[in-house]
């Protein structure tokens, strides 16, 4: 039997394949290294990938089955473009950029943390501290990043308790309220020595450099001294700083015993989603986490990856170790509980690895995020130390003796001390010949840990820090402490999501079955507003799928009432709303909710059936003496819904009612105050309805045309006769 021919649709794609164009393109792909560019009908493009061979990795996107999420990226592809590089390192670098530049919808994108506060000590004959995010070489010294703002301001305040520099932008004329307290030393009316500055900016250094415990100690004996000298006053603000010390110190808990500074990643994937959470070590403890949740639709690991690289291109400066988990550990992250053993099968303890876990609850909480003293925790990160990992480098790079020294202001870490640790079974990127040689590498060489090995090679090289993927030991139980803390942040967003469609979407399911409905998709509420019958007007709001369409509210001046009548204030309104909607074609609501019992109830059903011809259900909510939501009417006549008052029904019908009257109020208020302004000019004589809009325009308030000059009113062409009486009325006025 002959094969009938696809069908073709434009720009030559066959049905069930790919177009001509492509497949040509495909053809012509090299066996080298580089960056992909793939594109949609309009030319945009819509997702960049890199590939250590572009010819096998682009083929990849159209030959054999796909997910569902690679299968949506595939099905919008019209056409690519291919970058070659002369290395996987420049293919990294360049992907990168182009996400960056282009913004793909399909791609990863760090859309937040562009700039880390740094806690900075400025280079001026008065220094001072401050947080910041710019790093500029104006001689200052500077300490971070911090994982976030607060974490910053908290450190600054304990600092501006311990060591009195000025506060002050611009030195006043005389002692402010800071000196007084004993937090600055006043340079402005006194001399202040230039040693004692020093020895401060010494002391700042070397208890951002993790010397917290010397500083306490210091402080512990300065107070015992005052004690002795009954100098009490001195002695209990001696012991307030120590006790402030000890609640940074007591809030430090998760530590490694080398003090480094380190950055942990670990992530989930589920449902289309990735989470990635990223855990920061200062001076070997754990003080923070940041976690980032996006869609993702190209293989997860490179995502990932995708992700780190984006990451670190943002941030000024670096740890001296990155920590990154294995890439078959993405099948436990995209929902596998992970197991609490590592990776050789045995529980982790704090004897046998070294790792203070505080029994391993207070980081893992119910709600999976970290523990909530950990994220207030102090920290300080350093990028280029030569020694342990605890002094910060100035911007010059030279050690200025006093044992802490602030971050490069290029963010450059030392790339120096790559090496392996064999006794913690790391497989580190830059020390993969000393892995081989001591038998931690595996013997098979399998794709998978070349890959790896590949992968953590460019970073490594790109940012020229270490870069680890431990395989077993202490390091290997805080990636997956990552891992874990990525898996149960993923899991709370689902659960979020699901709650919220139970609180939404489900609420409005089943009110529709309370009111004997096929639907409750769209919900209109009406509520009036008015003060004794003056100003009266109306609000509508939107509710769909059980959330509130604030594009779709509307407000009304009410016309033809007189007086406080809100019955037929309701039938104005209702007329007046859906005789615009068959007019113009609009959506039609599955509910309408009045503010109102039985009256209210019966004047929308009046004019709806009697006067537009619609069969739309009505219900009413009535309050109780304290101006509450109560009950749910409906019918004709209106008949009382039971409607259990704890039930997500009934806390949507509140949600509506809240909002339909607050809309409601707030537009009353604004057309009185107009209203008030409106009145008090028309009252002048000469001043009709075209020159009040005309003053109110060019002053813009009542209360500046009441302080205006006759020689204001002029660009207006008003008169200075008319101008005198318009502000002569205005200021005889109460």
């Not at 913690?424 to 038998?439: D, L, N, R």
């Not at 399998?446 to 090289?461: G, I, K, N, W, Y």
């Not at 109110?696 to 020689?711: V, W």
Request: proline fraction near 4%.
């Amino acid at each position: 039997m002959e094969e009938q021919p696809k069908p073709r649709t434009r720009a030559g794609r066959t049905a069930g394949g790919v177009s001509e164009l492509i497949r040509g393109k495909l053809a012509l792909l090299p066996d080298q290294p580089g960056c992909y560019l793939m594109k949609n009908e309009t030319g945009t493009i819509i997702y960049v990938g890199k590939a250590k061979v572009l010819k096998n990795r682009v083929r990849s996107y159209f030959n054999g089955s796909h997910d569902g999420k690679t299968q949506r990226l595939v099905s919008e592809i019209r056409d690519f473009e291919y970058i070659v590089t002369s290395s996987n390192m420049e293919a990294l670098i360049l992907e990168c950029n182009l996400i960056k530049q282009h913004h793909p919808r399909y791609n990863v994108l760090l859309k937040d943390d562009k700039s880390f506060p740094y806690i900075k000590i400025t280079s001026e004959k008065h220094p001072k501290l401050e947080v910041t995010r710019r790093v500029v070489k104006d001689k200052g010294k500077y300490f971070g990043p911090y994982p976030n703002a607060y974490a910053a301001q908290q450190t600054k305040k304990l600092l501006d308790r311990l060591y009195p520099l000025r506060k002050c932008k611009t030195l006043p004329d005389k002692v402010c309220l800071y000196y007084h307290m004993g937090q600055c030393v006043a340079p402005c009316e006194f001399e202040v020595e230039q040693q004692t500055y020093d020895q401060m900016v010494q002391d700042i250094a070397r208890f951002l450099g993790g010397g917290q415990a010397d500083v306490r100690k210091e402080l512990q004996r300065k107070m015992e001294e005052a004690a002795e000298a009954l100098e009490f006053e001195r002695a209990r603000e001696y012991r307030d700083q120590v006790a402030a010390i000890d609640a940074v110190m007591e809030k430090q808990k998760i530590t490694l015993p080398d003090t480094l500074d380190r950055d942990v990643f670990g992530y989930a994937v589920d449902k289309g989603w990735m989470c990635v959470q990223i855990l920061y070590m200062r001076q070997g403890k754990l003080i923070e986490r940041h976690a980032t949740t996006f869609p993702f639709y190209g293989t997860a690991y490179e995502d990932f990856m995708s992700f780190v690289t984006q990451y670190y291109s943002d941030n000024p400066a670096l740890p001296r170790e990155v920590l990154l988990p294995l890439e078959q550990d993405a099948g436990e992250a995209a929902g596998a509980e992970p197991d609490e053993s590592d990776a050789q099968g045995t529980e982790p303890t704090a004897e046998s690895d070294g790792v203070l876990y505080a029994d391993g609850a207070e980081l893992v909480g119910e709600s999976g995020g970290l523990n909530a003293n950990a994220g207030e925790a102090l920290g300080s990160k350093t990028a280029d130390s030569e020694s342990d990992g605890t002094n910060p480098v100035s911007e010059s790079g030279e050690a200025d003796g006093a044992g802490a020294e602030p971050v490069a202001e290029s963010g450059e870490a030392c790339a120096a001390g790559v090496e392996s640790v064999a006794e913690s079974g790391e497989t580190y990127a830059a020390g993969v010949e000393s892995e081989a040689e001591s038998g931690e590498a595996c013997a098979d060489g399998t794709e998978l840990e070349q890959r790896e090995s590949d992968v953590t090679a460019e970073l490594a090289s790109w940012l020229k820090v270490k870069v680890a993927v431990p395989q077993r030991g202490r390091k290997k139980d805080v990636v997956a402490m990552a891992m874990d803390n990525a898996r149960r942040s993923l899991d709370e967003k689902f659960r979020l999501i699901e709650r919220d469609e139970e609180r939404s979407v489900k609420a409005a399911e089943s009110l529709a079955g309370w009111l004997g409905l096929g639907q409750a998709r769209r919900i209109e509420a009406f509520d009036n507003s008015n003060i004794q019958g003056t100003d009266p007007v109306s609000a509508m709001v939107v509710f769909t799928d059980g959330k509130p369409d604030r594009k779709q509210y509307r407000k009304y001046k009410v016309r033809t009432v007189t007086g406080p009548d809100d019955y037929e204030t309701m039938r104005e309104v209702i007329r007046r709303r859906y005789e615009r909607v068959l007019k113009e074609g609009l959506e039609l609501p599955d509910v309408i909710v009045v503010d109102g019992g039985k009256g209210q109830i019966s004047a929308a059903i009046d004019v709806l059936t009697s006067e537009l011809g619609l069969h739309i259900a009505v219900c009413g909510l009535v309050k109780d003496a304290r101006h509450r939501t109560a009950q749910l009417m409906t019918g004709d006549p209106p008949q009382i819904v039971p409607l259990p008052r704890d039930s997500q029904e009934f806390y949507l019908l509140q949600r509506i009612q809240d909002e339909v009257h607050r809309f409601a109020i707030t537009f009353h208020r604004e057309t009185r105050a107009k209203s008030m302004v409106a009145s008090q000019l028309d009252a002048i004589p000469g001043i009709g309805e075209k020159r009040r809009k005309q003053l109110l325009r060019h002053f813009g308030s009542l209360k500046k045309i009441k302080t205006a000059s006759i020689e204001d009113f002029r660009p207006l062409a008003l008169g200075d006769k008319l101008a005198a009486k318009v502000l002569d009325a205005l200021r005889d006025e109460p």
